[in-house]
């Protein structure tokens, strides 16, 4: 069955999910901006959005009114995107310029995030109602892609630096949903 595009999430919710990008883009404006920092905390942010956004259809289960989270996932999806880009660029900044950054690309610690933004694009460009409708069961494919991007994600914040811990929680936390979406959710109740 091809499902029905959902409402649209309110304004309060978009302007809530976009103030971690826009609190840490205005702290990087700052002349003494720890640039490192801002790109570790925008990467764990766009890390939780991520998982957030997957892990919210296991979660639907466990409420009376599913339909109210769910509405919610693309607006979550979309939020994870936009933190990743503005990771990148905090990421760019702290670089200073793109030889650099290519230098470092084959490192498995950097690589991963590349692969995983990569994969959160066809993601992020198909978002609207009108793609949703047009490409029918294919775009309920294409979403899986999300599993993949998570993978490498949380593969990414283990590997570089001190996100060993952070991508730990995250991936037993989605491991814990995505079980109880395909597994416990259809036997219980
Ligand atoms: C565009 C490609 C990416 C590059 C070049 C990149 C680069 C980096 C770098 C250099 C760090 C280390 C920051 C530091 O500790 O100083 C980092 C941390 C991290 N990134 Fe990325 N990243 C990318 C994409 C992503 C994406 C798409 C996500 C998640 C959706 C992500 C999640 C994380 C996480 C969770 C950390 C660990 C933060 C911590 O706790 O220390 N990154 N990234």
Redesign the pocket.
Known sequence: MISRPLPQPHWPLWLALALPSLALLAAAGQADADL??L??????A?????VAAIASTGAARWLARPQALIRHRRALGLA??G???V??AL??A??GALAP?LA??DAP??W???????L?VPLALTSTDAAQRRMGRGWKRLQRLAWP??A???A???L????????LL?AFTLAIFQLYRFNLGRTAR
């Open positions: 490192d920092e790109t570790a905390l925008s990467g764990q766009a890390a939780i959005l991520l994870a995107f933190t990743s880009v990771h990148l990421y760019a702290a670089m950054m470092e690309l610690g950097i991963t995030g590349w692969a995983a933004l990569a959160l991007a998570a490498l994600a949380l990414h914040g283990y570089v630096h001190d996100g060993q811990r952070l991508a995250l």
